[in-house]
């Protein structure tokens, strides 16, 4: 019986998922982090006086990736400071644009707002734009929009670790919808990340999803496979290698799912689908009746802050 078939009728905890993983899917993102291996990262950091306060130096910062695309971020560091630091790296959703984390960074850790290609500063050299990003090359797992995307999310690390202010000990990412899947894919990617907190994760679930809903972002597959119903085999399988939910067998680290019952963008269904793939045993998940994409952010923010100072902080 499928998981399908198990499902019970207006209970999300038990849809399950279509999703599979393919027989080479490690090989195809070992050889994917191989090339990003070969690439010098090549960070400069700016000090940017103008977005700078009394309590936080803020620095743009630059680096290199996949396919020689340049990638920008925000860069946050408490002019108070103990060194090492803890980190906390913030990436953004889909349609949004990179956070400026200062008021963390006054909380006394390093901040960093991701910008993978395609967001504000990083769009010179690459820009699928949105609505586009998500089926930019979509029949071809090689040259996929999302493959460079998740190569420039991982990289942050990479700066991090190379900052002698920063506790390599002690890293922590976070995002919602979009953020909340490259929170998942780092952790799953990165052993160094300590501790993760995903709000409504985007990107798990995608064949789920595309039935689940019709809500924008995902409704853009629905619309191109409308234009090109012959290319569907081929998005399907493009699709399983950059689904979260088979990248999150190799999360270790805690970590922390928040999603809304409600969710008409990203379906709870694939929140719980996820979160059940999830490697780490130290893992738990907050569900939130009546809530949206939100996902009750504006009191799960709290439990958020408290997980991280437990985790990165030793309070």
Not at 67 to 90: I, K, N, Q, S
Not at 211 to 233: D, F, M, Q
Not at 266 to 273: N, Q
């Amino acid at each position: 019986m499928s998981a399908m078939d198990r499902a019970r009728p207006g209970d999300p905890a038990t849809y399950g998922t279509r999703v599979v993983k393919p027989a080479d899917f490690d090989a195809f993102w070992e050889e994917v982090l191989a090339q990003a291996a070969r690439i010098p990262l090549n960070p400069i950091m700016k000090p940017v006086p103008l977005r700078s306060t009394p309590e936080v130096e803020v620095f743009e910062v630059y680096y290199d990736s996949l396919d020689g695309v340049r990638v920008a971020g925000w860069y946050c560091l408490p002019r108070e400071r103990t060194e090492p630091l803890p980190a906390m790296v913030y990436y953004p959703g889909y349609i949004s644009e990179p956070t400026l984390p200062k008021a963390q960074a006054r909380q006394g850790y390093a901040t960093f707002g991701a910008a993978p290609r395609g967001k504000l500063r990083s769009n010179r050299q690459y820009n699928p734009g949105y609505p586009g990003l998500l089926t930019h090359n979509i029949i071809d797992r090689h040259t996929y929009a999302y493959r460079g995307f998740y190569v420039d999310a991982w990289r942050v690390i990479d700066f991090l670790l190379s900052r002698p202010e920063v506790d390599p000990a002690r890293i922590g990412v976070q995002g919602g919808s979009q953020g909340g899947a490259l929170t998942l894919l780092t952790a799953a990617m990165r052993p160094e990340v300590r501790a993760a907190a995903a709000q409504a994760p985007y990107l798990a679930g995608m064949i789920d999803a595309i039935e689940l809903t019709h809500s924008y972002p995902y409704e853009e597959i629905n619309e191109y496979l409308r234009l090109h119903p012959e290319h569907r085999p081929a998005v399907e399988e493009t699709l399983a290698y950059f689904d979260c939910i088979n990248f999150v067998d190799r999360i270790r680290c805690p970590i922390i799912v928040n999603i809304g019952l409600n969710d008409n963008v990203c379906p709870p269904e694939t929140g719980f689908a996820v979160f059940e793939a999830i490697g780490s045993p130290d893992k738990k998940l907050y569900t939130y009746p009546g809530h949206g994409h939100d996902a009750n952010r504006y009191e799960h923010d709290a439990i958020v802050a408290e997980f991280f100072r437990h985790h990165l902080m030793g309070a």
